[in-house]
């Protein structure tokens, strides 16, 4: 079974970048499926920001697709999000999330999640 | 596409039957849409995908309908557990989106 477990700084100054990780367990990210973040806010709910696939191709929401960029690192079994120039808008909890068959897909196993706030 | 989810929140007693809608704002192709339930402190759990195939280690109580703009997630008898937050997700079309939930209490 799948398992998902993000991490990172739990706190991000306006205008500087939010950086995660996702470490992947029980499954090689190298045997396929997609790898998505999710992102919930009290203000706009569930987001999806967008997916990743071990080969490098990505799918981002167009809302943010200007700012953010993901990658894979199949050796340590990881996947990762930036969001460039961060707002107090970005905060919120971010989920990593795996898809089996497409980026555009449900998802059917989520990481516990962790909040970023932005503020100085 | 918008979804948007109905009742917001719902106040029902142990065994009786839950409704929650959730409507998109066009067709949702091909029944690209999942269920999920969020408990308080947790990551959703995926309960039923393609609008009406409950995936795995759900309970039959659980279930989902609906094509087009218009689907249900039916809870046949309400359960202390099924204390969550509910929300739809389309995939059939980029960006994919989410409902803003359906909050169930039990009274």
């Known amino acids: 079974q799948v398992q998902l477990q993000e991490s990172g700084p739990g706190l991000v100054k306006p205008s500087e970048t939010l950086s995660l990780t996702c470490a992947v367990s029980g499954y090689s990210i190298s045997s396929g499926y997609y790898w998505g973040w999710i992102r919930q806010s009290p203000g706009k709910g569930l987001e999806w920001i967008g997916c990743v696939h071990h080969s490098g191709s990505t799918y981002y929401n167009p809302s943010l697709q200007s700012r953010v960029t993901m990658s894979v690192d199949t050796s340590k079994n990881q996947f990762y999000l930036k969001v460039n120039d961060v707002t107090a808008a970005d905060t919120a909890v971010f989920y990593c999330?795996?898809?089996?068959?497409?980026?555009?897909?449900?998802?059917?196993?989520w990481g516990q999640g962790t909040l970023v706030t932005v503020s100085s | 596409i918008v979804l948007t989810q109905s009742p917001a929140t719902l106040s029902l007693s142990p065994g009786e039957r839950a409704t929650l809608s959730c409507r998109a704002s066009?067709?949702?192709?091909?029944?690209?849409l999942a269920w999920y339930q969020q408990k308080p402190g947790q990551a959703p759990r995926l309960l039923i995908y393609?609008?009406?195939h409950r995936a795995t280690g759900i309970p039959d109580r659980f279930s989902g309908s609906g094509s087009g703009t218009d689907f249900t997630l039916t809870i046949s008898r309400l359960e202390a557990e099924d204390i969550a937050v509910y929300f739809c997700q389309q995939y059939g079309i980029s960006p994919l989106t989410f409902g803003g939930g359906t909050k169930v209490e039990i009274k």
């Open positions: 393609d609008a009406s």
């Open positions: 066009e067709s949702v192709s091909s029944y690209y």
């Open positions: 999330a795996s898809s089996s068959a497409s980026w555009a897909y449900y998802f059917h196993s």
